[in-house]
């Protein structure tokens, strides 16, 4: 069995079947619309610039997220931080991120990124998916990277499939498509 084309075909399935298919037509509206009050979402800056809204430790219980948050901490912070840090020069970092400041600029981000993490992944044999992640992962650098995949598998599953459920909220709400 080749553990690194089980664990991309994984991820493959469900962006190419699930994910991908669902983010057409997302439109700004969709993307920074709060169906609550106090939702984390990105947000302009006084100097044009956005930022994700961002605590550790997350409060209790957490808030609930904007499409905008869920697409860009896909994008951001699950592709695009890992690939930097483990198949490039690790510069983007929470604090360098540019975050997407519309849907179409989202989408964008989180296709480019995906590739990014994905042809990295693809690098990696049986003997390197059995390797520590390294400091990159902080608390986790023991860890080794089929886990590191594996739970980016499951952040792209759990946020693409609450994308998913709020854009039928909003059409629901709003009638769009």
Known sequence: MNWR?????????????????????LTDAEYFWEPVADCWSIRAQPDGTY?????????EPPPVTTIAWRLAHIAVQVFGIRASAH????????QTANW???AAEAVDMLETNYSWWRDGVRTLD?????????????????YPYATLVLHLNREVM????????????????YGTT
């Not at 930022?51 to 409060?59: A, G, M, Q, R, Y």
């Not at 759990?158 to 709400?173: K, M, N, V, W």
């Open 100 to 102: 997407p400041a519309s």
């Open 5 to 25: 084309d089980e664990l991309l075909s994984q991820l493959d399935f469900y962006w190419e079947h699930s994910l991908w298919p669902r983010l057409a037509g």
């Open 51 to 59: 930022l994700i809204d961002w605590k550790f430790p997350v409060p």
């Open 87 to 94: 198949f490039g020069d690790g510069s983007l970092t929470l």
């Open 158 to 173: 759990h946020h693409g499939a609450e994308i998913a459920l709020l854009r039928d909220l909003y059409r629901a709400e």
């Open 126 to 142: 049986d003997a390197g998916l059995g390797k520590p992640v390294g400091q990159a992962e902080g608390p986790w650098s023991e």
